[in-house]
T-cell receptor, first 116, second 111 residues
Framework: DADVTQTPRNRITKTGKRIMLECSQT?????MYWYRQDPGLGLQLIYY?????DINKGEISDGYSVSRQAQAKFSLSLESAIPNQTALYFC??????WGGGPDTQYFGPGTRLTVL | QKEVEQNSGPLSVPEGAIASLNCTYS??????FFWYRQYSGKSPELIMS????GDKEDGRFTAQLNKASQYVSLLIRDSQPSDSATYLC???????????FGKGTSLLVTP
């Protein structure tokens, strides 16, 4: 089974609808992240969480909210979806590196969201 | 200026050649650097991490870091068609653990 899972994998919705994307991980990591990817724009950080009580805005948080329900679960919500939120959304996790090395982020398979 | 800059490509190399991918960054305080590979429609997967000046080798891949010149590079020796993908350069952000990504360089290895 995959260490980082995302549901749904694909979603088509209409403008104005509320959408929730879910992420679960079995890696035991404390840190979780949400990114969006648009063609030619790389990955942009939306929100990140270093533990259950810690939520931080990333580069492009407007129009999004998150919930860290447990160490293993981190959800991203679009309160009122708009067409320019059509993108590929990735969840990632990271944890401490033994020996003090840099963290490594592990990505989920992605959710392809289309807002009509 | 974006924090991490990469040439979008595509970079085309023949099979068996060395592919050289480059990345520059703007924050001199950055400590950790990563190269991810991403196939079309798939999630990024880590190839290399590097945080000390110099070279780091892992199989056919070599990452090079020069903090004084603020650039990171990835060399792929004996390039294979299966190496054709987008390569994302990333560094730690000011928060420490979140990453700033470049837009990625598309690599095409032709048989």
């Amino acid at each position: 089974d995959a260490d980082v899972t995302q549901t749904p994998r694909n979603r088509i919705t209409k403008t104005g609808k509320r959408i929730m994307l879910e992420c679960s991980q079995t890696k035991g990591h404390d840190r979780m992240y949400w990114y969006r990817q648009d063609p030619g724009l790389g990955l942009q950080l939306i929100y990140y969480s270093f533990d259950v009580k810690d939520i931080n805005k990333g580069e492009i948080s407007d129009g999004y909210s998150v919930s860290r329900q447990a160490q293993a679960k981190f959800s991203l919500s679009l309160e009122s979806a708009i067409p320019n939120q059509t993108a590929l959304y990735f969840c990632a996790t990271s944890g401490p590196s033994w020996g003090g090395g840099p963290d490594t982020q592990y990505f989920g398979p992605g959710t392809r969201l289309t807002v009509l | 200026q974006k924090e991490v800059e990469q040439n979008s490509g595509p970079l085309s190399v023949p099979e068996g050649a060395i592919a050289s991918l480059n990345c520059t960054y703007s924050d001199r305080g950055s400590q950790s650097f990563f190269w991810y590979r991403q196939y079309s429609g798939k999630s990024p997967e880590l190839i290399m991490s590097i945080y000390s000046n110099g070279d780091k080798e892992d199989g056919r891949f070599t990452a090079q870091l020069n903090k004084a010149s603020q650039y990171v590079s990835l060399l792929i020796r004996d390039s294979q068609p299966s190496d054709s993908a987008t390569y994302l350069c990333a560094k730690n952000s000011n928060s420490g653990y979140a990453l700033n990504f470049g837009k990625g360089t598309s690599l095409l290895v032709t048989p």
